[in-house]
């Protein structure tokens, strides 16, 4: 009895020893726990559920209106042309642009979305309703705008500041018209044409203004009476020829400006200018991009011909492979008015006599200050090559300076400063018997 009573009491102290490092609680004689030692938990405030789903952006909308826009037509239809306002093409152009960088965005979010498609349905809306019917002859287009321009409904800024309109060509349209004479785009009748943009079509090929079956042969582009005509991105103007500027003649105080495109294939028959023809005090020919080339003069100018104090300003672009077959001036001929050459590059011309790249007239101005025109005269591309020669044997593959009692010459490339104001400056001097 002892022995059980004393086990028992053993097994209440283990049993007492646990609970203490347990921590639980004890209990009293009248059992009732002892909450003394029981720790306390802290609250655990509860907040709000954090929402971790993506929002779903739907761009099925905008997928729509860039499918709208591509049937718009933009890229006009096959051997076609059309006319739009330069602006209203622009912005439709502008937003097709944003709307597939949006598109293409796996970061956009709705708003933007939202905004790029408004944006793009309210540009198409407007290009479908100003783009004119598409044609196939350039000379019924340019009576469509002559007619919107002198109807009197309001053309915005008529007559101080005209908003200017593109004509858009796709694929190749050739010449099959008898008239007018002066060229196949005769844009000279005087205040009644805005500012006009030439281009071709974004599509592969571009576009083509063919004049080779024209009867009898003109000129491609015809720009007087003070005009204002540029050529643009994909268009090839070709086939041109006359008496004198085959492919493009630009006179009385107008303004022609290349930024991009080619002017190729072009002749004259008898004179000058095979390419590019420009005459008359305030006329201008700025180059910024672009190429003339494979044009043929039958005297001088095979490229470019400047004279009656016109100026040719050249800030880029190529002037190659054309030629001038009886005189001189291969790539460029300045026989009066002012040539700057800032940049670009004149290569591969020929002239018969002298001035294979530029022939310099005794009246005509010539500053280059950048840009590369090839000497050399190996007849090689890409160098410029005169041929004959003068009476002494000077040639000016590069360029060739013809000012009365001050003859000057540059066979080898001229990359750096040029001018005819400085004998010393990359020239060499020589004399006629």
Known sequence: MKRYSLMTAVLALMLAGALALTGCPKTTGDDDPDTSTVPTIPTVPVSDPVDLTVPVVDKTALQTALTAAAAAGKDGTANTLYWV???????FETAITEAQTVNANANADQAAVDSAKTTLEGATTAFTGQKSAAETNPVTVLGAIKTAYNSGTGWPGYPADPT?????????ITDTSTAPANGWLDISVTDTYPPITLQGTGATGGGTLDATTASPRKRVLNINNGHKVTLGANLTLTGGSSTSAGGVQIGGASTFTMTDGTISGNS????????????????????TGGTISGNTAKTSGGGVFVTSSATFKMDNGTISGNGATQTYGGGVMIGSGT??????TISGNTAKTTGGGVQVGNDATFTKNGGIIKGGGSGTAPDNT????????????????????ALRKADDDVEGDLKTSDAT?????????
């Open 268 to 287: 004259t028959t008898s004179s000058m200018g095979g390419g590019v023809y420009l005459g008359g005090s305030s006329t201008t020919f700025t180059m």
């Open 425 to 433: 400056a990359g020239w060499t001097a020589f004399t006629l018997p």
């Open 339 to 344: 040539f700057t050459m800032n940049d670009g």
């Open 164 to 172: 200017p309109v593109t004509i858009i060509v796709s694929g190749i």
């Open 85 to 91: 306002p330069t602006a209203t093409l622009t912005a």
């Open 386 to 405: 005169a041929t004959d020669g003068d009476a002494s044997g000077n040639k000016g593959h590069a360029v060739y300076w013809a000012q009365t009692g």
